[in-house]
């Protein structure tokens, strides 16, 4: 009998099914979930855009969708056709499974046993390398306790003392750099256990999966959007500044976490400052009460309200706890990433570029030397970008060296914007008590004087001329029968307000050494004991 045909055949059916690359929904049984093509994250959640393809039967197909994370928010699933088809009504339905059905825990999962299985296979070849060296050490004996019946020679003697030798340094030698491996493959093994742990602490053992039917004469392919948010992922602004003389650099970032239990594989992403966890209705003013205190003996009648008076109170108790921690931020901004991202589900800390732009800056010193002998150092710029600077931690640069972090504060384009760039020990300060003199009389005898005089030394050791704001006070009299008295400010401060607080604005040039004197008495009743000095 000829079997030929039937091999060809055979053959034939295996080839052509193996050039199915993307299967096509046809049967309410199979299940499909297409391709991410691109996530909009909020600050507490991601909204998913997937595209499938399906093949319509005609009249109506029925066909089951996922399977959606653990994570998903049931209420936000949308599908919706990209042609005339119409999407009918659909089901969304929870399955429990007795193993994680998260592909990326599954992958984490499959990744630690691959490590664990290095780390075993590196464990025996140790193993290889501890015999060798056990044998190579034991040479020597067992030869010399066979010398007395075989009475080896000098050059049989040299020939082992050169073999155990260099085989026994290059079998310690291979031993050393596979200790090396061992101890990287341990810590290897360790990170990714951890990644595993986490990504399986926010995730459950199951998923969701939708079923639905589609409407449509046609029988041709057509495109589904699937639309759904999920939890475990957002994102906060984060910065760094690198400024010099002239301006400052500044980079700003989108730091993501995402452990939605899906891969983001070369999506467009976008980040949106909406929040839509926050409510949407303004909230309502409830009368203002103006009433005379109760009498004591009425306290305990509160008890005997009545329920709807009782659930009114409690209702207006929540709403205003509610608003205590609502933040108005006005009109929500989305920013677009130019590149295509790939953000995989465990990640932390993911940075992805909003914008970098090189600003100008007005740079001053601020000496406060009544409180610090450090001169600190502060610019002044403007945000000339189309972006939303939302609040977010900031790493300063100065001159290229890290100076500390500043918390950004919430600036809109065309604002300006403070930043404090820490300290520059170039520029000195310091503050001297040169003469205290207590209890002495004031005018007519009929009060009594404390006079203190302080000189105030500012010396530049930097190169370039430098602007400095120079602050210090007076004492700030409480009572009228207190004065304070200036006999000498020299140089004049520029400003003194109303609480006594003392500004120079100030220029100090390379190697220049500048000193303020403030010469001031405060006089008060004789007899009367003051505060404050």
């Known amino acids: 009998m000829n079997f030929l045909p039937t091999t060809r055949f055979l053959f034939l059916f295996i080839l ?5 690359t993307q299967p096509i929904v046809t049967e309410a049984s199979d299940i499909v979930f297409g391709k991410i093509n691109k996530v909009k994250l909020y600050f507490d959640r991601a909204e998913v855009y997937r595209e499938l393809k399906v093949r319509l039967s005609g009249n109506k197909t029925s066909i089951t969708v996922g399977p959606f994370p653990d994570k998903l928010i049931a209420n936000s699933l949308r599908i919706s056709s990209k042609d005339n088809s119409h999407v009918g009504n659909f089901q969304l339905e929870r399955v429990f499974e007795s193993t994680f059905t998260s592909e990326p825990i599954k992958k984490q999962n499959e990744l630690v046993k691959n490590i664990q299985n290095i780390l075993n ?3 025996d070849d140790l193993s290889v390398y501890d ?12 030869e010399s306790r066979g010398t007395s019946k075989n009475n080896q020679g000098s050059d ?20 050393r750099k596979l200790n090396i491996q061992i101890r990287n493959e341990q810590e290897r093994l360790k990170n990714e256990k951890e990644k595993l742990k986490e990504m399986m602490a926010g995730s459950k053992k199951g998923h969701y999966i939708s079923s639905l039917d589609i409407h449509s004469s046609n029988t041709n392919e057509t495109s589904l959007g699937v639309i759904y948010q999920i939890r475990n992922a957002g994102w906060h602004p984060a910065y760094q500044l690198h400024a010099n003389n002239k301006n400052i650099a500044l980079s700003y970032f989108a730091e993501i976490d995402q452990n939605t239990g899906e891969d983001w594989q070369n999506i467009s992403l976008e980040l949106s400052t909406g929040q839509p966890a926050r409510r949407t209705q303004p909230p ?5 009460v103006v009433d005379f205190p109760k009498p004591i003996f009425n306290a305990p009648q509160r008890k005997l309200r009545s329920a709807p008076m009782q659930s009114m109170a409690m209702e207006g108790a929540a709403d205003m706890m509610m608003e205590a921690k609502v933040v108005e931020s006005g009109t929500s901004y989305t920013f677009q990433i130019p590149d295509r991202q790939t953000i995989s589900a465990g990640t932390r800390k993911f940075r992805a570029l909003i914008t970098k732009k090189t600003l100008d800056s007005e740079l001053t010193y601020t000496a406060t030397p009544k409180l610090s002998k450090k001169v600190f150092l502060r610019a002044k710029l403007k945000n000339t970008t189309e972006f939303q600077w939302l609040p977010g931690q900031s790493g300063i640069y100065l001159d290229g060296s890290f100076v500390g972090n500043h918390w950004m ?3 809109s384009p065309g604002e300006e914007l403070k930043l404090g760039l820490g300290t520059d020990d170039s520029i000195r300060v310091e503050r001297k008590l040169v003469k205290k003199d207590d209890g002495g009389e004031g005018f007519f005898g009929q ?7 302080f000189e105030i030394t500012l010396e530049n050791f930097k190169k370039q001329s430098v602007k400095l704001k120079l602050k210090d006070q007076l004492p700030l009299p409480y009572h009228e029968d207190i004065e304070t008295n200036i006999n000498r400010i020299e140089p004049k401060p520029d400003k003194t307000d109303k609480q006594n607080f003392l500004t120079w604005n ?16 405060v006089e008060y009743p004789k007899g009367k004991a003051i505060t404050g000095l």
Request: aromatic share 10%; proline share 3%.
């Open 506 to 521: 100030l220029t100090l040039a390379p190697a220049e050494k500048k000193t303020i004197v403030l010469d001031f008495q």
């Open 284 to 288: 309502k003013l409830r009368p203002w």
């Open 121 to 123: 296979t590196l464990k």
């Open 447 to 453: 009060k009594e004087r404390a006079r203190y005089i």
């Open 131 to 142: 015999d060798q060296i056990n044998f190579i050490e034991g040479i020597h004996q067992s």
């Open 16 to 20: 052509l099914g193996s050039l199915t």
């Open 409 to 411: 504060k919430d600036t």
């Open 156 to 175: 049989f003697w040299n020939s082992v003392l050169t073999f155990k030798a260099s085989k026994g340094k290059t079998t310690r030698e291979l031993r």
